[in-house]
């Protein structure tokens, strides 16, 4: 799959991945995986780590439906933390481009260079009740 996800309960960060070259259907796939799966969607203390670091700057109707998407799920996005790791400065200054769509949505978004500080950002400042651990069990009764 050329865009995959993975949790990590210990860290409470989603990793995003992507292999060139990608579709927007492949995007809107994991976007829609991730806001479907309880484990992220309702845990506003799991923050994003978007891998960007070998992908070039996406077609602009790309980041225009990119944008109205997440523009249609502000619930999603709103406090949430999502950093963007590129490689070089050039890549930078398009992963911070990308950060601000979802800015735009309500995320607290930037990008990184280095994957150690995009890690280290994601976890720090997290309210109590945003812990690093499992975000929730994999059975409840709540709803």
Known sequence: MPVSWTLDPQTGIVRIEYAVPYTFDEWRSVSEQLRNDPRVAFQRGVGFLTNRANLGAPPEWFNEAATVYAARYPAMLRGRKIAFLARTAGAYEIARCQSRI????????????????AEIWLQEGRPDWAMARAPIPAFSNLC
């Open 102 to 117: 979802y800015e735009d949505a309500g995320a607290v978004a930037t990008a990184f260079l280095s994957r150690d500080a």
